[in-house]
């Protein structure tokens, strides 16, 4: 592509002028021209690009790149009460974000065969506001699958190393993942793993009750480390590419640098909630805060966050996995019963801003963790940077204005989050898909395949 490819006109669709654009060189003053939803120029401002629609930004506001979420749990079809795609995708543009990956279960069916991806991809068309991409189940019997379904244009696939907490997405040992993991390797696919180990967990003490502190001795860091021991050594043998999936084990850190220093391709996401929140602090009762892996000790999220830093962790997604009200089991608040999964796909770029700003951390190193390094994960090379030749996918943010998380106005389908009454830094203020403003009622969103193509 030229370098700024002017259109014929002169005219560009949509310019976007600021003392604050978030590009590959940083935050700086720029002028943005989008033509048929790419970036095409990126001037200094003061240049005067034309375009048909001219925005300029507030003082107070940043452009940055759209996020990419790559750990989204839509639930439909199947368990739309649960969320959908429409509302899960006005939810991610509300904060931000413009393109998810749909996690294989939870619907029903679960994304393991061509025919249950073809199924989910008819009910999501015409719903997304954003972009939607779809990754893969790899569960006991489907080996036969998902060479097929990589042609089908997942993006990878998921495994379990204990109980997924739905039936009809059962987990492998670590033998049948090693199996799967040397098939994908034949055609350069990903493995992202739960990683929790069945037999550490049915050694440690039950989680009934609605004190935390028991639920999180019944999911012990030793589960999680062994499980992330045993994919590190299938993925060292086989030499295909891992990812560990929410990572809350600080422990598990000095393993992971160690894999990747042997040349072990493994790539680790961690999540908001192990980031902001802290197990001393979780109130008796308050099934809001339950998933698994569970939030631990404030001393282990400091070293989540040393782990950001020196780069042992790759990005930060939401693993939104959201439930009806009943299924939380709030009137009795027992964690043994109740529904493992936070809902937090609208507030991530927030939770994560107000964190880092106390930290020192700037705001470009926040949206590489939630947008640039997903976007890599899921090898999309047209998301996650305001580059030319990107797409023009850009939110509006304040990051010095604030607001109180209110469950009940978010866009979420079930109000409830653990982040209700907080204050939190930072409001986006707009959301665009391609150069187009996402106005949740017109939904433009286009179902995505690896590699960035559509279908």
């Not at 940083?26 to 001219?54: M, S, Y």
């Not at 050694?203 to 030793?222: M, V």
Request: glycine content about 10%.
């Amino acid at each position: 592509m030229p370098e700024n490819p002017i259109p014929a006109t002169g005219t560009f669709d949509l310019v976007i002028r600021g003392q604050r654009i978030l590009t590959t060189a940083g935050i700086t003053a720029r002028e943005v021209g989008v033509l048929n939803g790419k970036i095409v120029a990126l001037e200094p401002l003061g240049n005067g690009l034309a375009g048909r629609e001219v925005i300029e930004l507030a003082d107070d506001e940043t452009l940055i790149p759209g996020l990419v979420d790559t750990h989204v749990h839509v639930n439909e079809p199947g368990r739309t009460e649960w969320e959908g795609f429409a509302s899960a995708t006005r939810a991610a543009a509300a904060g931000g974000v413009t393109t998810i990956i749909d996690m294989p279960l939870n619907s029903v069916p679960p994304t393991t065969t061509v025919e249950n991806l073809k199924l989910k991809r008819e009910v999501a068309e015409d719903q997304a506001f954003i972009d939607v991409g779809f990754w893969g189940g790899a569960i006991p019997g489907n080996k036969g699958d998902l060479r097929a379904l990589h042609d089908e244009g997942v993006f990878g696939f998921k495994c379990f190393l204990l109980h997924s907490g739905v039936d009809e997405f059962p987990h492998l040992d670590a033998d049948e993942m090693e199996e799967d993991m040397a098939e994908l390797k034949s055609f350069d696919s990903l493995m992202i793993v739960h990683a929790e180990d069945s037999h550490a967990i049915d050694r440690a003490p039950h989680p009934g009750g609605d004190h935390y502190s028991t639920f999180l001795a019944s999911r012990p860091r030793g589960a999680e480390n062994k499980a992330i021991a045993e994919v590190i050594e299938r993925a060292r043998w086989t030499g295909a590419r891992a990812h560990i999936l929410h990572l809350s084990s600080s422990d598990a850190l000095p393993m992971i640098a160690s894999a990747r220093r042997d040349g072990v391709k493994l790539t680790v996401e961690t999540c908001p909630h192990y980031l902001t929140l802290m197990a001393e602090e979780i109130p008796d009762g308050a099934t809001a805060y339950k998933c698994c892996p569970p939030i631990r000790e404030a001393s282990n999220r400091e070293l989540l966050w040393q782990g950001l830093l020196d780069g042992t962790i790759d990005c930060i997604v939401s693993d939104h996995s959201p439930s009806t009200l009943d299924l939380k089991d709030l009137e009795n608040g027992d964690f043994a019963v109740a529904w493992g999964g936070v809902s937090s796909l609208q507030l991530g770029l927030s939770l994560i801003w107000t964190e880092a700003r106390h930290r020192g951390i700037p705001l470009e190193q926040v949206v590489s963790w939630m947008g640039e390094k997903p976007a890599a994960l899921a090898r999309l090379t047209n998301k996650g940077q305001l580059a030319l030749g990107y797409d023009a996918d850009f939110a509006v943010f304040a990051t010095d204005d604030a607001f109180v998380v209110d469950v009940s106005k978010l866009k979420h389908k079930n109000p409830i989050t653990p982040y209700d009454g907080k204050t939190l830094s930072g409001v986006v203020r707009k959301t665009f898909l391609r150069g187009v403003v996402v106005d949740g009622q017109t939904p433009t969103g286009k179902l995505i395949r690896r590699g960035g193509v559509q279908y």
